[in-house]
């Protein structure tokens, strides 16, 4: 059942266009779930990074009275990473297009140093 609604709704979805807009003046936490390899070859700026396959075990460092914009490298990671938080209580969206839909938008990448 899980994979059914991860699939095919069920999670908050915003575009690009929505999170300029409404999230640039709001103080909210930016969640790579991409692994740090792909993280540290560019990442939207203030974006923190925790791998998907870590977030069980680290999503209860996360504050819950923000909310929480997921990132990934196109969006099916972002839309689980966001579905997991979602069953936790969490005020959880996922970029649509994730990473690539952010860059082939224009929109700047930041990398590690």
Known sequence: MKLFRMIFGGVKEISN????????????ILLDVR?????????????????????????????????????????????????????QGYNVANLVGGIHGWKSAGLDLVRAN
Request: aromatic residues 6%; glycine residues 6%.
């Open 17 to 28: 266009d929505n999170y300029c807009k409404n999230y640039q003046n709001i103080q909210h």
């Open 35 to 87: 692994n740090s390899n792909e993280y540290a070859s560019g990442h939207m700026q203030g974006a923190q990074n925790i791998p998907l396959a870590k977030l069980p075990k680290k999503m209860n460092n996360l504050p819950k009275n923000q909310p929480i914009v997921v990132v990934c490298r196109t969006g099916p990671r972002g839309r689980e990473a966001a579905y997991m938080l979602q069953e």
